[in-house]
C-alpha cells in the first residue's frame, strides 16, 4: 500500500533541532498530529516504536504531507539505515499503516518501525518520546 503521509514519533518531529529535518523541509510538509496502537521504547537516546501488539498504547507524533516522495525517502531511508548500503536486518523497516487524527479520522501513512528484539529496553508508556526527551535532558 502507499500513502502520501509520513507519520513521525520521535527525532524527525520538528521540535528537533537535526540537520535531516532542516534537509526534510522542503520534501514534506507537516499536516497535523496524531498517533497508532503501539508501544514505544528508548533504544539508546532515539526511539523505537512497534505496532499494534496486545498490550499497546497510542504512540504520539506528527502527520506530514510528503510533497516529493523520491527525495523525501532517499533523505529519510538512509537516516534511518534502512538502504541496501546498510547490513540486514535493518534496525527500522518502513512500512504504512494507520493512523488516527486529531479530528479521529484515520489515514495511512509511512512510519519507519523498530525491527529489533525490545527486550531490555527502557519504554516509554506514555507514548510520546518528545516529553520523554525533555525529562531526560
Known amino acids: 500500500m502507499t500513502s502520501n503521509f509520513l507519520f513521525a514519533y520521535g527525532t524527525l518531529r520538528q521540535e528537533f533541532p537535526l540537520e535531516i529535518n532542516q534537509q526534510l523541509a522542503s520534501h514534506i510538509r507537516l499536516a497535523g498530529e ?41 533523505l529519510l531511508d538512509d537516516y534511518e539505515q534502512c538502504t541496501e548500503q546498510y547490513p540486514q536486518p535493518h534496525e527500522y523497516i ?26 531490555g529496553l527502557v519504554e516509554i508508556i506514555n507514548g510520546d518520546y518528545l516529553s520523554f526527551a525533555r525529562q531526560s535532558n
Do not use: C, M
Open 34 to 74: 496524531g498517533y497508532f496502537i503501539g508501544r514505544l521504547f528508548d533504544v539508546n537516546h532515539y526511539p523505537g516504536a512497534i505496532e499494534n501488539t496486545p498490550q499497546g498504547y497510542p504512540i504520539l507524533g506528527e502527520i506530514y504531507e510528503i510533497l516529493d516522495s523520491e527525495k523525501a525517502f532517499a
Open 94 to 119: 518502513r512500512k504504512t499503516i494507520r493512523i488516527f487524527t486529531e479530528q479521529n479520522e484515520t489515514l495511512q501513512a509511512w512510519v519507519y518501525l523498530y525491527n529489533y528484539n525490545t527486550e
